[in-house]
């Protein structure tokens, strides 16, 4: 390693330098020649003329004596009329190959071409283009340029092309918009292969082994169900595999998951099939029990406006039979927003008449955090507590809502922040007392014709729960991971429940990379079953 070393400081008076008288006269009078010399010369008038129309135009010569600015400017100029017309010409080239005129197109290029060779000559030799040199190569970009004329080349004809061009690119685009929604939304509602596969082999399982079916007799008559002291939570949901993973990343991240009672609703005919899942595997002690929707004999047409309008043969034909109109948006036609199991969580008292507040959870979510504190947070009377949606304002009541329906907008402010379904507190005491589910009756009823709002139940869920919804701190529900690939990472990871709303489900083969590893962390795809399914 180099050091420097410090010089030693020299306190010594430094030596005046002597310079001679003679060498000092002789460098002023250079000085003063040198100062004459610059003055005369900005003295000296300029040779050129000032011309006005060359103001501002930088002036420059190609060889000396020939100044080309000026001879380009000139409205004689043979120079300028080529230049014009090689212009002119590579446009007419651009049309023509537009037109797939190529002929025409190598004829201009051709011409183009001689063009630019006389110029480069003329500027190499220094003198001006004369009129034996330019005349055949203008006669003949005229009779080109009358020939493009001819076929329509203008400038007014190829504007109106080109509006067409546009107009029809514009079509093509908005066709394949609507195309990729469609596929899109079908993928999103299709079963995939491998969850069929599941479903199938669970219910198989559960048919042949009675073990399975005296567990779930054992877990459905427990004390538990009906215990105020613990905490409850309720999954209503036809997929296995996401409702395990509710359940499993819920117990995975409590404290106490011996306290933990989980109520399960499906249909009949994943009834069997989640039974058996939940008897095969271990959830560290948590109570489950689960349910088959249609086992609730009065959720029927006379109570239930859903039910009721799937009876109306209009109702069935926007569901089932689509609309040839496309404009209409496909998800609007989703049966799936009048199943009853989607309907369910506005009849949660009367599905659970014994319990006095329960957590509602969504089947496309996964916990991260242990949920329990959610009991202890003071509603102030309302119904429902739940994570409010309006830090913009595409998620006010205006988005989901009809506001030019008089009944909507003398009822409900257009700029009340908005709030989600997917993880709720609901206190079922107030919820009774206040009768909201006949507030939600009442609305279904009066949007049988799909005026009020078009889908889902969230709509009639921001009507229901209107001046009764209590606002959670936004890290207890992180939504938007199921369309939104621009979610902060910082805000995932401190969230207690992340929800993959949306169509890009973590389940499917939609789902985006960046999310799906913390769903699929709580899913065991070494499970037999998951792995005969071909589930990875």
Avoid at 10 to 36: H, K, M, N, Q, W
Avoid at 141 to 166: F, G, N, P, V
Avoid at 387 to 394: I, M
Avoid at 461 to 470: H, N, P, S, W
Wanted: proline residues 4%.
């Amino acid at each position: 390693m180099h050091t420097m070393r410090r010089r030693n400081p020299d306190f010594r008076r430094p030596v005046r330098r002597r310079y001679s008288r003679g060498l000092l006269a002789g460098f002023g009078g250079l000085l003063i020649l040198f100062i004459l010399v610059v003055l005369s010369h900005h003295r000296q008038p300029t040779s050129d003329t000032k011309n006005p129309q060359t103001d501002g135009v930088k002036r420059w010569s190609v060889t000396e004596g020939k100044d080309v600015t000026e001879e380009l400017l000139s409205a004689k100029s043979l120079t300028r009329q080529l230049g014009d017309q090689m212009t002119l010409a590579k446009a007419y080239v651009v049309i023509a190959k537009e037109n797939n005129n190529l002929q025409l197109a190598w004829d201009f290029s051709a011409q183009i071409r001689g063009c630019q060779l006389l110029l480069s000559k003329a500027a190499t030799r220094g003198s001006e283009v004369t009129m034996e040199e330019a005349e055949p190569i203008i006669r003949q970009l005229s009779l080109l340029i009358y020939q493009a004329k001819e076929l329509h080349y203008d400038s007014a004809t190829m504007i109106m092309k080109l509006k067409a061009q546009i107009q029809a690119l514009e079509d093509r685009a908005n066709a394949a918009t609507i195309q990729s929604t469609t596929f899109g939304q079908l993928a999103a509602e299709a079963v995939p292969k491998g969850l069929y596969c599941f479903g199938t082999m669970l219910s198989k399982e559960w048919s042949k082994i009675h073990k399975l079916q005296k567990y779930m007799d054992q877990q459905n008559l427990s004390p538990k169900l009906t215990d105020k002291k613990l905490y409850h939570f309720c999954v209503f949901s036809d997929n296995v595999l996401a409702t395990s993973v509710v359940v499993n990343s819920t117990v995975q991240n409590a404290d106490h998951p011996e306290q933990l009672v989980f109520h399960v609703v499906t249909d009949e005919i994943n009834h069997g099939a989640m039974q058996a899942w939940f008897a095969m595997n271990d959830y560290r002690g948590a109570t489950i029990e689960v349910q088959n929707v249609d086992d609730f004999n009065w959720l029927n047409a006379s109570y239930v406006p859903v039910l009721k309008q799937l009876r109306d043969e209009e109702t069935q034909s926007y569901y089932f039979k689509g609309s040839p109109d496309m404009k209409s948006a496909i998800k609007f036609r989703n049966p799936k927003y009048l199943s009853m199991l989607n309907h369910l969580r506005f009849y949660i008292p009367e599905v659970y008449p014994a319990l006095e507040k329960v957590v509602f959870l969504d089947d496309d979510v996964v916990v991260q955090k242990d949920l329990t504190p959610l009991y202890s947070i003071d509603l102030h009377g309302n119904v429902n507590g739940a994570v409010e949606t309006c830090l913009e304002t595409f998620h006010r009541y205006h988005k989901y809502l009809n506001f030019s329906h008089p009944m909507i907008r003398s009822h409900f402010d257009a700029d009340a922040c908005g709030w989600a379904f997917g993880m709720n507190v609901f206190d079922l005491v107030a919820w009774k007392k206040l009768n909201v589910t006949s507030r939600y009756h009442y609305w279904q009823e009066q949007n049988v014709d799909r005026t009020l709002w078009k889908l889902g139940t969230l709509p009639p869920g921001l009507l229901t729960f209107y001046g009764l919804t209590e606002p959670l701190d936004r890290r207890w529900h992180i939504l938007g991971l199921g369309y939104d690939p621009n979610v902060d990472m910082q805000l995932i990871e401190s969230g207690a429940v992340l929800h993959y709303n949306g169509n890009m489900k973590p389940w499917l083969k939609l789902a985006m990379n960046r999310y799906k590893p913390f769903w699929e962390k709580y899913v065991n795809y070494l499970h037999p079953l998951l792995r005969k399914c071909n589930i990875h």
